[in-house]
RNA sequence: UGGGGGAUCGUCUAAGGGUAGGACGACGGGCUCUGGACCCGUUAGUGGGGGUUCGAAUCCUCCUCCCCCAGCCA
């Protein structure tokens, strides 16, 4: 597919994220002895182009550090689940051209699960609960407020099993009782206020049959799937957040337990999922939708699930490539459907033969043409840019179909196409002028009288080129086809945004049924052919519907196409404020540049007058010490930094001190007692002070001995870390880094003054941080003016 | 109002104290028997204030805005 197939070889499959990161560090700990991810559907619904991306991260990691990939129903859910969807995702996944290393079903794990629950409640850790659901929701709660223990929680060990028991054994009622963990009811995560586990559903499984009656939820059977399968890797969405405090307590209370390894456990890691604009992801409206009758059904080619792409004739290579380029991040995001379409071309550009077809025709009748003749005329399938081979004969007649559009009577400004009197190039034919327009008594023009210029096959005419080239058919030649033009589903960018109410803002131009014209040869080649009708955009065969007797065809995307685009701008109201430019009229009331009023620093919101009496006081006496005002206002809002803070500074250097103890030392001495005392730090200090090393010294030490423990002047004095401040041991560095990099020096000199950064970098890197940067600074500013 | 996340060109995404880069789009040009493709160029960004540092998207701090959580759905 590609040009340059040397250079691909290797590439990765996923490009580099925060989760290749987590892989690449867990890997040089030999954490797991193999990366095993799962990609896990809930058989509800049909795949779409937003878990193609959740596909391509787990399949694609596996992949690419020789790991596994499970293919997991995640089917605990036997109200909504059904074979159907299992089947469907199954082929999608495959289709998408990833094959998993193990078929799995969560139901499958039902009676180990079962299992961890007895063991969760023998070790006290699970209760049934008899509340309603309603009463269960009251007791939780609410964001703000804590939640109060169920008056069932203290049952005993013996009767919570008893009860259990016969909720297997189908002794209750739907909603009678349910399983809960045991964890706290206050927690500020509401996800922690004892988390139903089990529910009793009398129902009939599509994978189990009549085997259960109670069935577990997600989050308690997902984080014990995962570790049963030896997951290393657990990536979901972003929503699942809070429940990892789930998946972690209860792979901490069940690790070691059950035949559950100790160790390794998988941890779970959140993503967040990919908007596309113009379509909608959400499972439960696209149901609705096919349901509804606005689509006709889960692959409908308008339809941006995976069975709807592959109808329109989207190729797996491109909506790979599609998930590639928009990456992996934790960031909400909206992406445009430009992305897609660049990414469908770009593939097809290189896959698709080329033919003419005329969607709208307009008959063109070639009076100097002799009646009866039909050339066959060599076309190639290629342009000369696609390095491909392959041509076909296209007929060429007295009569033929141009496209309606490729015709104005009154042509605007840039027009270059077909007008009265004016000449085009027929694609792989002859150059023609119009001579006559016909009209019907309503004013229609019905056909065009042209005369061809039988010397122009493959050259151009002695009075020089047409402007432009259009394509055609030949008429009695051409083959009828139904053409369906698909376009967005939705006029608005984010249609699940409104309340609910997406069918106000579905696209009535959504699929355009055309019938066209398409030149013979499409008999002659597989039925599955995507190709480029030229000029238009790419087309394939409809895959359930079209019959050799009757063709019909899906537009899968059209070309990209600049001139449209220039002629409706005009009409495009939108114009940013940037674009009004200063000719615009210059209205009296020009608002002046944005005076920022600058406030005493201290006067800042949420500053000083946050502070409690003693936290004033604090404030004012290290204020006294001449400590800066930001510094000291942190230490008196934080006892524990203020008390490292004063031990540290009883020998003086107070300003100094609180600096390293406020920006340095913050997070460390939050979680718990610094590894690096005060007496240690205020020696560190000393030395910064006195010039021995310079902040840069000071901080990479420090770093180290937060680590290690390790008294930060020993490091200094260990590897030798003083700073040069001498020039002359400077300056050779200087000059070598000049010399190596002239394009750079050549940047700087044309202006771009922010390559000395690289410079100085480098020789601070050179010299392992020793350098004293404002020597370095001074010479490189210096060589680099050319002196 | 509690907790958990997030914020970089119009969009998506890199840069993890040392030149803010790429992709898509837009704009301009070249080339062209596709107003396609390709090539060249331009445009345009670190949410805001303060601090640390020779140097901050990156570290500290305060603030703003957005998303998620009160299913016996996943």
Known sequence: MSDRPSSTTRERRVSPNFITEVIDEDLRQRRYPKIVTRFPPEPNGYLHIGHASSICLNFGLALDYGGECNLRFDDTNPETESIEYVENIKRDVQWLGFQWARELYASDYFEKLHEFAVQLIKDGKAYVDSLSDEEISAYRGTVTEPGRPSPYRDRSVEENLDLFTRMRNGEFPNGAHVLRAKIDLANRNMKLRDPVLYRIVHASHYHTGDAWCIYPLYDFAHPLSDALEGISHSICTLEFENNRAIYDWLLENLRGKCGLPHSPRPYQYEFARRNLDYTMMSKRKLIRLVEGGFVKG??????????????????????????????VAKAENRVDLATLEAAIRDDLNYRAPRVLAVLKPLKVGLTNYPEGKVEHLEAPSWPYDVPRQGSRTVPFSRDLYIERDDFIEQPPKGFHRLTPGGRVRLRHGYVIRCDEVVKNSAGEIVE???????????????????????????????????VRLYDRLFSVPDPEAGAGGFTDCLNPKSLIIVEGHVEPSVLQNPRDTRYQFERLGYFWQDPADSRPDRLIFNRIVTLRDSWTKATEKPTAVARTPAQAGPSAESTPTVAPPRTVETKPVGAQPGAQADLTLKQQATYTRLRALSIGEADAMVLAREPRLEAYFEEAARGGNAAAIARWVVNELGPAIRTGPAKVAPARLAALVGLLQDGAINSRIAKDVLTEALETGAHPVEIVERKGLRQVSDAGAIEPIVERLIAENPDKVRAYRSGKTAVAAFFVGQVMRDTQGRANPQVVQNLVTRKLAGS
């Open 448 to 482: 065009l009288r042209c005369t061809y210029d039988a010397d122009t096959l493959g050259k151009n005419p002695a009075d020089g080129p047409p402007k432009g080239t259009i394509h055609w058919v030949s008429l009695p030649h051409a083959v009828p086809a139904e």
């Open 298 to 327: 889960w692959d409908d080619p308008r339809m941006h699930t995976i069975s709807g792409l592959r109808r329109r004739g989207v190729t797996p290579e491109a909506i790979r490539e599609f998930a590639k380029r928009i990456g």
